[in-house]
Nanobody, 118 residues
Framework: QAQLVQSGGGTVQPGGSLRLSCGPSGFTLRFYSVAWFRQVPGKETEGVACISVSDNSTYYTDSVKGRFTISRDNAKNRAHLQMTSLKPEDTALYYC???????????WGQGTQVTVSS
């Protein structure tokens, strides 16, 4: 059964960096748009970044522009979210999503906790 597996995350001090990764099992990620979302209890889920399948164009929510970078490594069938200059307000459960809207299939990663605290 196809699935999307996340790795990375953890606890870091403000100003630190972390890299999140997601890798599929059972499908090829380069044929999918990839997006990262984050969730904080009591708040709406927020779209953080996404990368298109057509031309690898990227989008970032304003609060992470200049600090986060989404990328894909087709050779390793992985996507990454590099997070730098982390702030306490970046603390959340982060999810990776791979989707092909024209086909109608979507996969979610299992979620990984990022905590930014001194």
């Amino acid at each position: 059964q196809a699935q999307l597996v996340q790795s990375g995350g953890g606890t870091v001090q403000p100003g630190g960096s972390l890299r999140l990764s997601c890798g599929p099992s059972g499908f090829t990620l380069r044929f999918y748009s990839v997006a990262w979302f984050r969730q904080v209890p009591g708040k709406e889920t927020e779209g953080v970044a996404c990368i298109s399948v057509s031309d690898n164009s990227t989008y970032y929510t304003d609060s992470v522009k200049g600090r986060f970078t989404i990328s894909r490594d087709n050779a390793k069938n992985r996507a990454h979210l590099q997070m730098t200059s982390l702030k306490p307000e970046d603390t959340a459960l982060y999810y990776c999503k791979a989707s092909r809207p024209h086909v109608g299939d979507t996969y979610w990663g299992q979620g990984t906790q990022v905590t930014v605290s001194s």
